[in-house]
T-cell receptor
Framework: IAGITQAPTSQILAAGRRMTLRCTQD?????MYWYRQDLGLGLRLIHY???????GKGEVPDGYSVSRANTDDFPLTLASAVPSQTSVYFC?????????????FGPGTRLTVL | GQNIDQPTEMTATEGAIVQINCTYQ??????LFWYQQHAGEAPTFLSY????GLEEKGRFSSFLSRSKGYSYLLLKELQMKDSASYLC??????????FGAGTTVTVRA
């Protein structure tokens, strides 16, 4: 593994189903983030984690939950998917949560909720 | 909330110069980033400005004026591979990034 990986690459999901998007980084970065990207809206922060064991809410957290049991992994869970959660989801990480640290993005998961 | 504006689309000819403007109104300021995103791919880091002035990195330069809440990304000697979306992002008081909607640049032969 080099950098950040996400799984699955894409998924079609029935409304009401539970889904976990996986994110793993091997850079030993302390901070990790989940964004969704929708046409015309840009990237919006869903949840973040400044360090293992802590999480926080971003701009659009409703309907999503995260956990950060260790440094490398930061899964995003949709408890009961709805069509408005159709989007491209990007995981990112940075060395620290400080404002000057560059965020590095994973390849993304394209999710369609029907 | 944060307000970050950039043009939706720009078109330019191969070999030309294009300037992508970004204006912002945020709660505090801890730096401004530019990212490049090719269609279907992840955003990749281009530049970071925290002090006023011009930062040059090869064919790409980024400028910042904190007093005006303004930045631009300058792409010189355009190549076909520069066709992509360019995202302006501001780090504000809480050190989280707020992104603009992105500017899609199309380079024509």
């Amino acid at each position: 593994i080099a950098g950040i990986t996400q799984a699955p690459t894409s998924q079609i999901l029935a409304a009401g189903r539970r889904m976990t998007l996986r994110c793993t980084q091997d850079m030993r970065h302390n901070a990790m983030y989940w964004y969704r990207q929708d046409l015309g809206l840009g990237l919006r922060l869903i949840h973040y984690s400044n360090t293992a064991g802590t999480t926080g809410k971003g701009e659009v957290p409703d309907g999503y939950s995260v956990s950060r049991a260790n440094t490398d992994d930061f899964p995003l869970t949709l408890a009961s998917a709805v069509p408005s959660q159709t989007s491209v989801y990007f995981c990112a990480s940075s060395r620290t949560s400080g404002g000057a640290d560059t965020q590095y993005f994973g390849p993304g998961t394209r999710l369609t909720v029907l | 909330g944060q307000n970050i504006d950039q043009p939706t689309e720009m078109t330019a000819t191969e070999g030309a110069i294009v300037q992508i403007n970004c204006t912002y109104q945020t709660s505090g300021f801890n730096g401004l980033f530019w990212y490049q995103q090719h269609a279907g791919e992840a955003p990749t880091f281009l530049s970071y400005n925290v002090l006023d002035g011009l930062e040059e990195k090869g064919r790409f330069s980024s400028f910042l004026s904190r007093s005006k809440g303004y930045s631009y990304l300058l792409l010189k000697e355009l190549q076909m591979k520069d066709s992509a979306s360019y995202l302006c992002a501001v780090s504000s008081n809480d050190y989280k990034l707020s992104f603009g909607a992105g500017t899609t640049v199309t380079v024509r032969a």
